[in-house]
């Protein structure tokens, strides 16, 4: 069942309209179509269980990734949100044991990803796209499905493998960057998390980033003294001892009623 | 099954011919069956038609409980029982019938995502009008697909079923569309089909495949199965090429069978949904 099939197919309509799939012929669309459906259903569930539920993944490579590129404070819940409404999601859809049986996993899920992928090595032969020598909105959702399973730098790579070994998805993809990404030469994983447009803008979000923890912490100290003031704990008293003995004998009594 | 045993029974299965007393397994025709599993059912069936192949149907009332995988149909050959159109189709590979051998990888790549466009898109649809439409789950699913128990069983096991299918719809992002939507995605998908068929008279011009016999049942069952409106059906009928394609498939592989053909499977459906 395809996950954002009809995300998918707006897709296909609304870049109807900026003529990305102009020049298709009726059966280009349809295939268009058939393959999208083929992706959601086959290689998606399986790159998002490689890259959100796969221990190894998750923990050394995609927590890490998106940790580092969204804002100061959400880094600290927003993967593991994620990752939770990823599992969920596929439990649901393989059975919510599916994450024991490592057989069926390995060998139906995956197998299933690997023949997918395989059929689009197929199907893109020698071509430069996959209908003809323009690109068409099926070669912008294959790219944003393979890029990121090509380039990353997962520990468990087993799909991962398989897509390095066909050779020619393997150049589409870098052709691909190189023409429509060319500031991500370099470096493509800074930006993956987000779209690649928006890196030019992550230099500019570092001072951003330290006025915020700076603030943050700022805003976490007004607060604790502002408490402590409020119910007495702290007073200001002229030229005495308080703040500093009241303390000292606060802890000396807890002592001695625990010893009691 | 581990990997040793999964070769070892495809060897097995290798061996044996295709017995005889092949059996498939549904839930009843009359009363209980609903339009996806009636879809799917046909499909194996106009499959096992296209390879040659006897089968008998059976028809229980615990049909989807029997199946390995909780999915109807499945069939029990020899000493083995197989569910789902893909393993069917594999398991039919192995024991030396196939219908794709003459597809060269092209094909069989846009085979494949043919039938997952099916899959995806007409069953899932399926699955909406029969489990989230309300009027549809009232006055249709709710009383057929409990009919062989008791009260109060029959109502808990179609509330147990409804709300399991509209979580995976939630899943998947259809809970949140209304049945407009549904229905233009089906004419979509109707579309690509057509599209793909044009004139030819299989997809893959000769020779049947098993994306005909999987599309063959889906729209046949869509055709002939009264439900509260003909919206669906209307959305099939738009496309002459398809009606043509079913008819045909029906006249080569169904005509001339006393029992358990198409026709008369789908006609006794239609008529025990004329409430």
Redo the contacts between chains.
């Keep these: 069942m395809g996950f954002g099939l009809s995300h998918g197919i707006k897709l296909v309509f609304s870049l109807q309209k900026y003529n990305a799939d102009y020049d298709l012929s009726a059966t280009q669309s349809a295939d268009t179509l058939a393959f999208v459906s083929l992706l959601e259903e086959k290689l998606l569930p399986v790159l998002i269980h490689t890259f959100w539920v796969d221990a190894k993944n998750y923990v050394e490579h995609t927590r890490k990734w998106y940790a580092e590129t969204i804002p100061f404070p959400l880094n600290f819940f927003l993967p593991n949100a994620m990752h939770k409404r990823h599992l969920q999601r596929l439990q649901l859809i393989w059975g919510d044991d599916y994450m024991e049986d490592e057989e069926k996993l390995e060998k139906e899920l995956y197998r299933e990803a690997r023949e997918c992928l395989t059929l689009l090595s197929q199907r893109l032969g020698s071509q430069k796209f996959f209908f003809g020598d323009s690109p068409a909105s099926l070669d912008a959702l294959v790219f944003s499905r393979l890029a990121p399973l090509l380039k990353a730098k997962l520990p468990n790579g087993k799909l991962q493998q398989h897509l390095k070994s066909l050779q020619n998805l393997c150049n589409y993809c870098t052709s691909i960057l190189s023409l429509y990404f060319p500031w991500d030469g370099g470096d493509p994983l800074s930006a993956a998390p987000r779209a690649a447009g928006t890196e030019s803008t992550e230099a500019e979000e570092d001072p951003h980033k330290r006025r915020k923890q700076l603030l943050s912490v700022l805003v976490g100290l007004a607060a604790m003294l502002g408490y402590a003031f409020l119910s007495g704990i702290v007073s200001i008293q002229r030229g005495s001892v308080g703040p500093a003995g009241r303390q000292p004998i606060a802890m000396e009594e807890e002592e001695e009623e625990e010893e009691e | 099954m581990?990997?040793v045993a999964?070769a070892f029974v495809t060897q097995l299965a290798a061996t044996e011919p295709w017995p005889e007393n092949a059996a498939l397994y549904q839930q009843l025709k009359e009363d209980q069956i609903l339009l996806s599993d009636n879809a799917s059912s046909l499909a194996v069936q106009a499959f096992l038609q296209m390879c040659n192949l006897p089968i008998r149907v059976i028809c229980r009332a615990n049909a989807e409980y029997m199946s390995p995988s909780g999915k109807v149909p499945f069939i029990h050959v020899g000493n083995q029982v197989v569910s789902e159109l893909g393993p069917i189709v594999q398991f039919v590979k192995a024991k030396g019938h196939s219908l794709s051998d003459g597809l060269d990888?092209?094909q069989?790549?846009?085979m494949?995502?043919?039938m997952?466009?099916v899959?995806?898109?007409l069953l899932?649809a399926e699955l909406y009008l029969q489990w989230c439409d309300d009027v549809t789950v009232e006055e249709i699913t709710h009383p057929r697909y409990g009919s062989p128990y008791p009260w109060p069983l029959n109502r808990i096991l179609s509330y147990q079923k409804q709300w399991e299918v509209r979580?995976?719809m939630?899943?998947?992002?259809?809970a949140g569309?209304t049945l407009e939507?549904v229905l233009e995605?089906v004419d979509?998908?109707c579309?690509?089909?057509s599209?793909?068929l044009?004139t030819q008279p299989y997809f893959f011009n000769k020779q049947p495949t098993e994306l005909d016999a999987l599309v063959f049942g889906h729209l046949f069952t869509i055709l002939t199965t009264q439900l509260i409106t003909d919206e669906l059906s209307e959305k099939v009928k738009n496309y002459s090429n398809l009606t043509a394609f079913c008819r045909r498939i029906e006249q080569q592989y169904f005509e001339g069978q006393e029992r358990d053909s198409a026709a008369i499977a789908a006609r006794s459906s239609k008529r025990s949904l004329l409430r």
């Design positions: 581990s990997l999964e990888e092209v069989k790549a846009e494949k995502a043919y997952e466009l899959n995806n898109m899932t979580r995976k939630k899943a998947i992002g259809w569309k939507q995605d979509q998908c579309h690509a089909l599209q793909r044009g």
